[in-house]
């Protein structure tokens, strides 16, 4: 199946305005920049944008553990013919960074998120 073209920083567009209502409700900040230019990748609309609206919850939920001043900034850009997008969040962080590839690991209780990540698995 040919995949199509996707402009990268409309989907974000679109995730950031279905989250700034959110973000301003709890006093934090949620930006995007964006170039006037699209920048184009092959791919699925929905699946891109599920990926970044799961980003987007994640960071939501981690700065409301009392960051001062939480804010979210999202950017797109694209250069010699790569695409990069960047989620930067003044957060707690990730309390264990040598599990950020385990597959089903979460910091969630069981029945809070999306995504595969949502349920931990039984050890």
């Known amino acids: 199946m040919k995949r199509p073209l996707i402009d990268v920083g409309e989907v974000l567009r679109e995730v950031v305005e279905v989250r700034q209502h959110d973000f301003a409700a ?3 900040s949620l930006t995007l ?3 006037r230019t699209p920048i184009h990748v092959l791919g699925n609309e929905l699946e891109l944008h599920q990926v970044f609206l799961n980003i987007v919850n994640n960071a939501y939920d ?3 553990e009392g960051t001062e001043a939480p804010r979210l900034a999202v950017s797109v ?3 010699d013919g790569m695409s990069m997008v960047v989620f930067a969040d003044n957060g707690p ?3 264990n960074t040598k599990q950020v590839f385990d597959h089903f ?3 969630k209780p069981v029945g809070q998120g999306t995504g595969l990540a949502s349920a931990s698995p039984t050890r």
């Open 33 to 35: 920049e964006r170039p």
């Open 62 to 64: 981690a700065l409301k």
């Open 26 to 28: 709890a006093g934090m």
């Open 77 to 79: 850009s694209a250069a």
């Open 93 to 95: 962080g990730m309390k």
């Open 105 to 107: 690991y979460t910091t």
